[in-house]
């Protein structure tokens, strides 16, 4: 088996403002720090509205579509712009997400990478939010549900603001487990321990900010891996942003290249031991260019490694 890598040159043309963290640099410096690994390489496919429409409302979908500009950039929220590319960008990333599943349980790869921007996250049920449009990781994890059967799928999301889009797409859903570990306090001021979803499917893991490698290793043994293992699932998912690393500009997180390779590892582990190895990640944040290409990069060599 083999590792998949899902991107596609569309994601470069969602732009925003000049200073913006969420600039083209960062998916170019991503796709630059993979050049010549053993990958499978694909185009993201577009999303359709009826993928969309696991997880978000049509009027949430038009809503996004009808702020498309026909040229310039608009602002939608405090932190989230569209140009004239941004929908096709945010389109490829969820449907890379779904292809990328597709490929995990259909036994083409082993496993998968989708490097995609804009981010998805913090995409709510009718909200763009956070540089994010659509739920992408939240829509693939219904898609693995209602179109390929399965029962548990796992999501750990330890990018380092909290994943409030994803656990409010996913906040009623009996099906999966949402874990995420970030920075508290922090934007978007989500994520407290008291949210653990409508069937105990939620856990939340604030992290102080200044927390190192080894308070972020140690809240996933004591917490987020014996939680994985109950639950037993059939797939895991996985928003894969570095910007708890140290030298993030929009955080205070201490971690390392070596701590995301280990917790990466780690849960390539409970994968192997419960559904095959079946692991997709989804590029969320990171915004130190030099970083965030690093720690992709450590990311990426674990899912090849296991793959």
């Not at 096709?88 to 597709?102: I, Q, T």
């Not at 559904?275 to 690093?294: I, M, T």
């Amino acid at each position: 088996m083999t590792t998949a890598l899902f991107t596609h040159t569309d994601c470069l043309d969602h732009l925003t403002p000049q200073g913006h963290p969420e600039q083209v640099a960062r998916l170019s410096h991503v796709l630059a720090a993979l050049e010549g690994r053993d990958l499978m390489r694909a185009e993201a496919p577009l999303a359709s509205e009826e993928d969309l429409r696991l997880c978000h409302p049509q009027s949430h979908i038009d809503r996004v579509r009808a702020a498309v500009p026909d040229e310039g950039i608009v602002q939608l929220d405090a932190d989230t712009w569209m140009s004239p590319g941004s929908l096709d960008a945010a389109l490829r990333g969820v449907g890379g997400a779904l292809a990328a599943v597709d490929a995990v349980l259909g036994g083409q790869a082993g496993n998968a990478f989708v490097a995609t921007r804009p981010p998805g996250h913090h995409a709510e049920t009718e909200r763009t939010m956070g540089f994010c449009l659509f739920g992408t990781v939240a829509i693939a994890a219904r898609h693995a549900m209602e179109r390929h059967g399965l029962s548990r799928v796992a999501v750990v999301d330890f990018d380092v603001h909290h994943g409030n889009g994803t656990q409010d797409l996913l906040w009623s859903e009996a099906r999966s487990l949402f874990v995420s570990s970030h920075q508290s306090p922090l934007w978007p001021g989500t994520g407290t321990p008291d949210e653990t979803g409508a069937h105990g499917n939620v856990l939340n893991l604030p992290l102080a900010p200044r927390s190192d490698g080894a308070v972020f290793r140690a809240a996933y043994e004591d917490r987020v891996f014996p939680a994985i293992e109950a639950f037993a699932p059939e797939l895991i998912l996985i928003s894969a942003g570095f910007d708890a690393h140290h030298a993030d500009p929009l955080a205070e997180l201490n971690l390392t290249e070596a701590d995301f390779e280990w917790v990466t590892g780690r849960l390539c582990d409970l994968a192997q031991a419960h559904c095959g190895g079946r692991v997709v990640s989804c590029l969320e944040g990171g915004y130190d260019l030099q970083a965030l290409a690093a720690s992709a990069a450590a990311h990426v060599d674990v899912l090849i490694a296991r793959g």
